[in-house]
């Protein structure tokens, strides 16, 4: 198994940047592609941002591109999203997620997640 820790949500002002994390543990993935969702109230759970481990390839939402960097520390095992000009829309819980393959997948079929951090953005 392979656990997902998230950190770093938290209340910001619109304009403002915030950065989560998100530690891996468990079971090692070598071919492993991770991603960033998000869920607000009342809505579905919609893609964010996705990162291959191998080569640092990445793939964005249209609502993020140029305000969120997805990016990861090989040697921590860990995964981040830089986040700025945030908005009231950004206002979700955020979850971090793994599966063991190579394609960047933006949907939700991902076979371990995280328990979510709350990001609130306030206007």
């Known amino acids: 198994q392979v656990q997902l820790v998230e950190s770093g949500g938290g209340l910001v002002q619109t304009g403002d940047s915030l950065r989560l994390s998100c530690a891996a543990s468990?079971?090692?993935?070598?071919?492993?592609?991770m991603a960033w969702f998000r869920q607000a109230p009342g809505k579905e759970r919609e893609f964010v941002a996705a990162i291959r481990w191998r080569d640092g390839t990445t793939e964005y939402a249209d609502a993020v591109r140029g305000r969120f960097t997805v990016s990861r520390d090989i040697a921590g095992n860990s995964l981040y999203l830089q986040m700025h000009s945030l908005s009231p829309e950004d206002t979700a819980v955020y979850y971090c997620?793994?599966?063991?393959?190579?394609?960047?997948?933006?949907?939700?079929?991902?076979?371990?997640w995280g328990q979510g951090t709350q990001v609130t953005v306030s206007s």
């Open positions: 997620a793994a599966k063991e393959s190579m394609v960047l997948l933006v949907t939700t079929d991902y076979d371990f």
């Open positions: 468990g079971r090692t993935l070598s071919r492993r592609s």
